[in-house]
């Protein structure tokens, strides 16, 4: 709408503010301009603050136990009657029994395990610093096949960073040395063998594979790249405007961290569309879904949060060991690796 203002009139300006999507401390500032450009009037400026809930500490009831686990561990899986935790300056992989809370079995590795995943009867762990996948046997606790992800370059290839099963085949995410790209590798389980290498952006982080797309995190560049398992060939990249590392994902909803920024981003996976931005804890790690909810690991705080899926809100915000890394969900329980404590905690929120 278009108003005369005779000099020295008046004029009431109605500004609606939409609040950043990460928590903290904004300003926001206006300034009017003449027609010739130049600048008149004083500037109107508003204070805001997007608030994030000051943690809470998690009862002793709530902790069911504190579990040792080999030096500087990193991530957790579920499955096979077991917690399968990584550790990567022990070169080796933690059973944990969940019956009594115990390590029953230490299983060797590759150099640097990080990523791990159970499905299709075995635990797999990509071992950041010699660019294979180990798979492992649940049965007997040992490493029955080691996988170079290129055989090609063996001390500089791609680095796993994340490893998921799903849509028929084991997904290995990672980025390689030097080169301006990432590389998603197909591993065939029954065959043990690498089928496709998909090209994607650099440093690819963390990948989940749902029944018909297989999501991935970049850590330095601002994708998400979906990918079509029937046809191993990038089927979306979609810009969240900042680079994101924990992830989690299923027919529902996509859920993505951001590195940096302290953010979790919601994607519709039918429509490939950011539908929500969640504040969160800065340097958030990892992501799980289950138990009424998203849980996200943030390191610097030290915090452990809830998300509502519904309303997008925070709903739970604990204060938790020191570093806390990797999250994975079972039905009662949230399984917490607490890497500078070279423990995982079971927690009954």
């Known amino acids: 709408m278009r108003e005369t203002i005779p000099p020295g009139g008046e004029a009431e300006l109605t500004v609606r503010v939409i609040a950043p999507i990460a928590a903290g ?3 926001g500032r206006w300034q009017m301009f003449g027609p010739d450009g130049d600048p008149f009037g004083a500037e109107a400026i508003i204070d805001l603050v997007v608030p994030f809930d000051e943690p809470t500490a998690l009862t002793p009831d709530q902790i069911l136990a504190r579990i040792p686990t080999g ?3 990193s991530r957790v899986a579920l499955g096979e009657g ?6 990567e300056a022990a070169e080796s992989v933690s059973r944990i029994d969940l019956d009594t809370n115990q390590v029953v079995a230490t299983v060797p590795v590759g150099n640097l395990p990080r990523a791990v995943a159970v499905g299709h009867g075995a635990v797999w762990v990509g071992n950041l610093g010699d660019g294979t996948v180990s798979r492992i046997d649940p049965s007997t606790n040992s490493v029955t096949a080691t996988i170079p992800l290129d055989p090609s370059r063996p001390q500089f290839g791609t680095q796993p960073s994340g490893v998921s099963t799903g849509a028929g085949a084991v997904w290995v995410a990672g980025g390689i040395t030097g080169a301006d790209h990432g590389i998603i590798a197909r591993i065939d389980p029954e065959t043990n063998q690498v089928v496709a290498s998909i090209q994607v952006e650099r440093w690819a982080a963390q990948i989940v594979a749902t029944d018909d797309a297989v999501w991935v995190t970049h850590s330095v560049t601002p994708f998400l790249t979906r990918i079509d398992p029937s046809t191993n060939a990038v089927s979306a990249k979609l810009n969240l405007e900042c680079p994101t590392m924990g992830l989690a994902a299923d027919d529902m909803g996509v859920w993505a961290a951001g590195v ?8 519709d996976p039918s429509t490939n569309q950011v539908v929500a931005g969640i504040a969160i804890g800065p340097h958030s790690d990892d992501v799980a879904l289950g138990l009424n909810g998203i849980w996200v690991t943030s390191g610097p705080e030290n915090t452990l949060t809830r998300i509502d899926p519904e309303t997008h809100l925070a709903t739970d915000v604990y204060s938790v060991g020191r570093s806390p890394m990797g999250v994975a969900v079972s039905q009662d329980d949230v399984w917490v690796v607490m890497s500078d404590e070279n423990s995982i905690w079971r927690i009954r929120p």
């Open 25 to 27: 401390a904004y300003q």
């Open 71 to 73: 030096s500087d561990p």
């Open 82 to 87: 077991a917690a399968w935790v990584t550790n």
């Open 260 to 267: 940096g920024v302290p953010v979790l981003y919601r994607i």
